[in-house]
């Protein structure tokens, strides 16, 4: 399934330990912009996972979707992953 798993579980580590960070800095009253800065860093540290697994999902899963004859699921799933990236 997924090439780089243990690539990805070390990033989504890190962005654990950001979010532990974040909940910190709210305990102890951080300025705010500096506050936004890290909740910035993490949505973009998340965008970048996203990213990832969603070349895997393409270069893996839809192709083989496809080779398999299974254009129509294989056109959903792009749709729906195309919809959740505009969000």
Not at 44 to 54: G, K, R
Not at 56 to 63: K, N, R
């Amino acid at each position: 399934m997924i090439q780089d798993k243990k690539k990805l579980i070390r990033r989504l580590k890190i962005i654990e330990g950001q979010v532990r960070g974040l909940q910190a800095m709210i305990e102890n009253e951080t300025y705010c912009i500096d506050v936004i800065t890290q909740t910035s860093a993490i949505k973009q540290a998340l965008s970048n996972v996203e990213d990832i697994l969603l070349e895997d999902h393409l270069q893996h899963c839809v192709v083989s979707q496809i080779k398999a004859g299974k254009i129509d699921k294989a056109t959903k799933e792009i749709l729906q992953v195309y919809q959740l990236k505009r969000k």
